[in-house]
């Protein structure tokens, strides 16, 4: 989620520590496989507010916990290249990994597409996003999403995650700070490849990935998973300027070429506006 101007906030680091001594924001508690399951509180939905029906797109009719999120979430208009793409690389019965998961739109979008047969796996390290992606789910009737309350990255192991004022914002620290950062929060962190040896996740026919600068570790952390399962990947890269945004896009196709993949840009989602986006679909040559 690109840290572009929008309204909307995240609690700050103080807040998000009372979450861990039971005072009222969503808690991550971990099973046996290291799976962060979120329990949801009467503060967590007041401060999102009630779900609203997304209004069109590939997501329209689903429900969504969305109260500070971008309006384009309910109105089902947010980057529609990105939720046809989805959509066109799913089939039934495959499994899909949202990698900054966000509140879920995105995950919706796929477990709609898989079916009852397939999976969605939502990694989401800020804890009421991670909350809002879960309740989303259970009201639009999918069993099929399980949410993961921390990081993908590199190495597993815990973090720092920077927080922001915008709701999809937050960065690791590996990252690079956001422009709008809010506080900070330690945060559990887990290699894809790790999260499949170790908890038993199928293997993804398609990976998503939206981590605001740390792209590179999550693709260095699931090596294993690009090499043995050739899933297609959508990744978002973005910056404040051309400069940076050509340079984290050419470390990111060096890894995937490397690979064994080919890249297509997507159609724009933005307008030139003061943060570049860019979208890119990574697909196994050969495949």
Known sequence: MSRRP???SIPSAQSVTFAASGMGWPRPEASQNGEERVTLT????SVFGDARVIAKGEAAGLKLVAKRADPNFVRGTYEPPIQQAIAANL???????????????FSLIAARRVGPRGQV?????VPRNAAAVAESARLSGFDTIRVFAEAAGATSGRGQL?????????????AGAPPDMSG???VSIVAID????????RPPSLVKIDVEGAEIDVLGGMTET????????????DDATREGLDRKARKIAELLTASGYALKPLPASYGNGEWRVEHVLAQPVGA
């Open 226 to 237: 690009l090499r043995s399962h050739r899933p297609k990947v959508i990744y978002e890269v």
């Open 91 to 105: 089939a039934p019965g495959d499994a899909f990994f949202d990698i900054g998961a966000n509140i879920g739109f």
């Open 121 to 125: 796996y939502a990694f989401e390290p």
């Open 184 to 186: 900070r929060l330690e």
């Open 42 to 45: 009467a503060r967590f939905l």
């Open 162 to 174: 920077l927080l922001a004022h915008h709701i999809g914002g937050a960065a690791l620290a590996s």
């Open 6 to 8: 929008l309204s909307g």
């Open 194 to 201: 790790d999260a499949i040896a170790h908890r038993g996740l």
